[in-house]
Nanobody, 120 residues
Framework: VQLQAYGGGLVQAGGFLRLSCAASGTFVAINAMGWYRQPPGKERELVAAITRGGTKNYADSVEGRLTISRVDAKNTVYLQMKSLEPEDTAVYYC???????????????WGQGTLVTVSS
């Protein structure tokens, strides 16, 4: 199982970006999916998560500006970002909780990270 993230880049403050992350490989179910970020010199933090049933939760710092969504038919999770701020500069990582086979355990998988830089 692999997660591949796309969509990072350089954007001016107030701008927007959309990140996507697709899971590939052999598995039977994807449970919760989410996005984390690691700003320079800081620890990784949860940005947003979405359950298989569609329940979403967000970090307070991004509420109202970032929107998480998923398309299960594409095994993909998205992060729509608007009104970006320099404080949003970070490497963004996607995460998915995946069951590889029925009756097997679930485990977390991580994407490779994509850099988002917001200039002031």
């Amino acid at each position: 199982v692999q997660l591949q993230a796309y969509g990072g880049g350089l954007v001016q403050a107030g701008g927007f970006l959309r990140l996507s992350c697709a899971a590939s490989g052999t598995f039977v179910a994807i449970n919760a999916m989410g996005w984390y970020r690691q700003p320079p010199g800081k620890e990784r933090e949860l940005v947003a998560a979405i359950t298989r049933g569609g329940t979403k939760n967000y970090a307070d710092s991004v509420e109202g500006r970032l929107t998480i969504s998923r398309v299960d038919a594409k095994n993909t999770v998205y992060l729509q970002m608007k009104s970006l701020e320099p404080e949003d500069t970070a490497v963004y990582y996607c995460n998915s909780n995946i069951r590889e086979r029925w009756g097997g355990d679930r485990r977390d998988y991580w994407g490779q990270g994509t850099l988002v830089t917001v200039s002031s």
